[in-house]
Each structure stands twice: as structure tokens, then as C-alpha cells.
């Protein structure tokens, strides 16, 4: 049932992002003066649809092979002697390839720049509904626990973060993130030498940045968090038993537990197993057996030295700024993922994720927040990858006419044939290859 939740939830969001980059093309045609003849949902390929109506002189449905939609605009190619009988009769006027370069542009476009509203709608929505959660304990409880990489940059243990670049304002949304990942990153700690404490700008290579993406941030540093535990459901009835309260975890499965960020991931690695719990309580070491509750959860409350959140409620203004920001943001990280995988820094198939491994970003229930954070983080992706330079992406048209508006000259039949071709081909086996980790991944 899980993994039914999962897919339902991918391709709601695949199909939310396909249809708003679509309605982008067919809005923008239409707004030109183009006559748009078909408007599908995933492909009808071999004539065969799930569902279709017409209205205004288009045809609206949804096909059976889910891998995006299209629009189909009259007269797409100038010379096309193999044009339907019904479409004979469409003016020039309403054709597509009779529109000025600089309006064929727009169309092409307009899918990717609804692609990126419907990122910034969904995250200003999600600041103006939740607020933000502002970190107030950088410099006292935001204690780090450096990683390989963090290491490698200068970072001890028990470095306490004061500032980010400067920034000593930061928010929970802003903390794990690869915001902080863009290259000569300077962190401000404070360190502590005997009875003394010292302040600290410890700048951060780019190379190591790099690495950081391409690892992970814990890599970097983890949230120093020694935590106790409450009570632990230690039998089939789940009925709590107290008698280790107080109790400090130190491994979980034989695997050792420094900070809450190592139990998080051991339990999401031990998903399907049978938890065993190592602590220690009166001096005495310990191991037990912890049941899972209904929803899933180990039941134990915190005693936890985590950073403090100061919740904060923020205005339409403040939601707008924000989500722009978060856009941006996200855009510069996509950008510089794809930039690291051309210059072959970053794997193709770490780097690029799949059908399979993008429905598992997707939770287990249903997480509203979840849910249209990552549906805004695809659709930007989306509309980035239609920007690349291949046909049939949006990108390898916006080039070709890019090159149209240079010599004043229209594209051939035959060099859209080839061109469309030699796209097609190689989209096809990257799409292969994405699919085939994708399963690597899971088996």
C-alpha cells in the first residue's frame, strides 16, 4: 500500500507539471493567433487515448503512455506536404511557421516560464500557510559535528556555527540545504581552546562544495545532538516501558549512534527490520528490542539539545520575496548540478534522477508539505531540462530559431528531420540509461 501512495503521488505531480507546462505553449499560441489542433496529457500514441473532448476547435484528452503531453499547432514546419485534409484550409495567418521568429519564441517558451510559476505560486503558498521556522540558537546550542569533508575543510568537533556567510539570520528550511552549497562558503564558529573561546572564519574551497553536493551534506556536518530517551515500546502490545528512562542510545542494529541525525538514518536504513536498540542507563549497558507503533514510528520521547525554532508568521509580501528566493535558489542548484555533470565532476547517473527514484522522494502517506515542496522542486527541474539545446525539448527549437533570427533564414524540412532525429535518439538512450541505475538502484 505504501508504494501505491508513492506512485499515486508521483504521477499526481508529473501530471500537475505537464499539464501547466502545456497550458503555457497552448495559451501562448493561442494569445498569437496560432490554431491549436490538439492538447493531450501523456501521448496517444498509436491513436489510442483514455479520454478526449473537443472544444473550440481543439482537442483535449489524455493518453495512455504517460511519458509528458504536447500540443499540436498548425503548420509547425513550413514546407510539410503531408498535412491532414482538415488543415488545408487554415489561413497563414493562424499557422504556426508563419509567425515572426520573435513570437514563435514566446510559444516555445511559455511552457518553461509556467513550469517556474507554478514553483513560485507553490512555495509562496507554502511560506504564507506554515511561516518559518528562524534558528535562534546558532553560537550556544548549534554545536557541529564535522563529517570527512568537514574535516578536510578546517571543522573540529564541537565547533559552534555563529554565522553562514555572514548571515546570522538563517532558517530551518535554509540550514540542510544545498543553498549553502554554491563555492566559497565561510563559516564563523566560535571554538573552544581550554577556558577559552575562540572566533573563527573558516573559509570553504569550492572543491570541497563540489564534493558536498555530490556526497551529501552530512558528509560536511551534522547537528551535534545527544538526545535521552523517554520510554520505548519493547512489546507486541506496545504498552511503554519506563524502566529505561533516561536512557541514552548509543547504536542502533550494532550500528553507532553519535547524534540524532545517525538514528534518523539508521531507522530509515533498518526500515524492514527488527530494531534493537544498544543503550546506556545507570552505568549499565543494554540492549533491547523496540517495537514500531501503528503509523510506524519507534516510541520514545526526546530530551534533545537541538537548535531552537522560533516559528514565524509572514505576510503576502514576505511569502513573495521568499518563494522568489527559493526559486532562484533552486534554479542556481540545478544549474550548477547540470553544469558539474557536462564537466563530467558529477556522474550522469548520480546526477540525474529517474522515474523510479523520483516517485521514491515521494513519502509513504500523504505530507501536504512534502507533496508540493517536491512538486515545485520537479517542475523547476523540468523547465530547466526543456532548456536544454535538443530536440525535441523546448530548448532545441528556442536554438534553432535563435539561428533563424541570425541569417533571416527558415529551417528546412529536411534539417528539422535530422535534427529532430539525432535529439530524439540521444534523449532516448539517456533516458534508457536513467532508467536502467534507476532499477540498479532498487535490486
Given at each position: 500500500m505504501e508504494i501505491v501512495i508513492m506512485i499515486v503521488q508521483f504521477m499526481l505531480g508529473i501530471s500537475l507539471m505537464v499539464t501547466v507546462h502545456e497550458l503555457g505553449h497552448f495559451l501562448a499560441a493561442r494569445a498569437i493567433g496560432i490554431k491549436v489542433k490538439k492538447f493531450y496529457l501523456f501521448f496517444?500514441?498509436?491513436?489510442?487515448?483514455?479520454?478526449?473532448?473537443?472544444?473550440?476547435?481543439?482537442?483535449?484528452?489524455?493518453?495512455?503512455?504517460?511519458?509528458?503531453?504536447?500540443?499540436?499547432?498548425?503548420?509547425?514546419?513550413?514546407?510539410?506536404?503531408?498535412?491532414?485534409?482538415?488543415?488545408?484550409?487554415?489561413?497563414?495567418?493562424?499557422?504556426?511557421?508563419?509567425?515572426?521568429?520573435?513570437?514563435?519564441?514566446?510559444?516555445?517558451?511559455?511552457?518553461?516560464?509556467?513550469?517556474?510559476?507554478?514553483?513560485?505560486?507553490?512555495?509562496?503558498?507554502?511560506?504564507?500557510?506554515?511561516?518559518?521556522?528562524?534558528?535562534?540558537?546558532?553560537?550556544?546550542?548549534?554545536?557541529?559535528?564535522?563529517?570527512?569533508?568537514?574535516?578536510?575543510?578546517?571543522?573540529?568537533?564541537?565547533?559552534?556555527?555563529?554565522?553562514?556567510?555572514?548571515?546570522?539570520?538563517?532558517?530551518?528550511?535554509?540550514?540542510?540545504?544545498?543553498?549553502?552549497?554554491?563555492?566559497n562558503t565561510v563559516l564563523s564558529i566560535v571554538r573552544k581552546h581550554g577556558n577559552e573561546r575562540v572566533h573563527l572564519?573558516?573559509?570553504?574551497?569550492?572543491?570541497?562544495?563540489?564534493?558536498?553536493?555530490?556526497?551529501?551534506?552530512?558528509?560536511?556536518?551534522?547537528?551535534?545532538?545527544?538526545?535521552?530517551?523517554?520510554?520505548?515500546?519493547?512489546?507486541?502490545?506496545?504498552?511503554?516501558?519506563?524502566?529505561?528512562?533516561?536512557?541514552?542510545?548509543?547504536?542502533l542494529n550494532g550500528d553507532s549512534v553519535r547524534t540524532y541525525n545517525d538514528f534518523i538514518i539508521r531507522l530509515k536504513e533498518n526500515k524492514q527490520r527488527q530494531l534493537y536498540l544498544t543503550v546506556i542507563h545507570d552505568g549499565k549497558t543494554n540492549t533491547m528490542l523496540a517495537h514500531r507503533d501503528k503509523d510506524g514510528h519507534i516510541g520514545f520521547s526526546l530530551d534533545s539539545k537541538l537548535p531552537s525554532y522560533k516559528p514565524e508568521s509572514i505576510n503576502i509580501s514576505q511569502s513573495l520575496t521568499a518563494g522568489s528566493s527559493k526559486v532562484w535558489n533552486t534554479i542556481s542548484e540545478n544549474t550548477k548540478g547540470l553544469s558539474q555533470i557536462v564537466k563530467g565532476e558529477v556522474k550522469v547517473k548520480d546526477g540525474l534522477l529517474g522515474p523510479i527514484r523520483i516517485a521514491g522522494l515521494f513519502s509513504s502517506h500523504f505530507d501536504g508539505k512534502r507533496f508540493w515542496s517536491l512538486v515545485a522542486l520537479l517542475s523547476t527541474g523540468l523547465g530547466l531540462i526543456n532548456l536544454l539545446p535538443l530536440a525535441p525539448l523546448d530548448g532545441g527549437v528556442m536554438a534553432v530559431l535563435f539561428w533563424e533570427a541570425l541569417t533571416g533564414k527558415k529551417a528546412s524540412r529536411n534539417f528539422w528531420a535530422g535534427f529532430y532525429l539525432s535529439g530524439l535518439l540521444f534523449v532516448i538512450l539517456l533516458s534508457a540509461y536513467i532508467l536502467f541505475n534507476d532499477i540498479r538502484s532498487i535490486t
Open positions: 496517444d500514441t498509436f491513436g489510442w487515448r483514455l479520454f478526449r473532448f473537443h472544444y473550440k476547435g481543439t482537442e483535449f484528452g489524455i493518453g495512455w503512455l504517460p511519458i509528458g503531453g504536447y500540443i499540436r499547432m498548425i503548420g509547425t514546419i513550413a514546407d510539410d506536404e503531408n498535412e491532414p485534409d482538415e488543415d488545408v484550409n487554415v489561413p497563414t495567418t493562424q499557422r504556426y511557421y508563419s509567425k515572426p521568429v520573435w513570437q514563435r519564441m514566446i510559444v516555445m517558451s511559455a511552457g518553461i516560464l509556467m513550469n517556474l510559476l507554478l514553483a513560485l505560486v507553490i512555495y509562496c503558498s507554502l511560506f504564507l500557510y506554515y511561516g518559518r521556522n528562524q534558528i535562534t540558537g546558532l553560537g550556544s546550542s548549534f554545536t557541529i559535528l564535522p563529517g570527512e569533508l568537514g574535516i578536510q575543510a578546517g571543522l573540529q568537533p564541537g565547533d559552534q556555527v555563529t554565522a553562514i556567510n555572514a548571515d546570522s539570520l538563517l532558517y530551518e528550511d535554509e540550514l540542510l540545504s544545498t543553498h549553502l552549497m554554491h563555492g572564519h573558516v573559509a570553504v574551497s569550492p572543491k570541497i562544495m563540489q564534493l558536498v553536493a555530490d556526497k551529501g551534506l552530512t558528509q560536511f556536518f551534522s547537528i551535534k545532538a545527544g538526545f535521552k530517551i523517554d520510554s520505548v515500546y519493547t512489546n507486541l502490545d506496545l504498552r511503554k516501558n519506563t524502566a529505561f528512562k533516561n536512557a541514552h542510545i548509543i547504536a
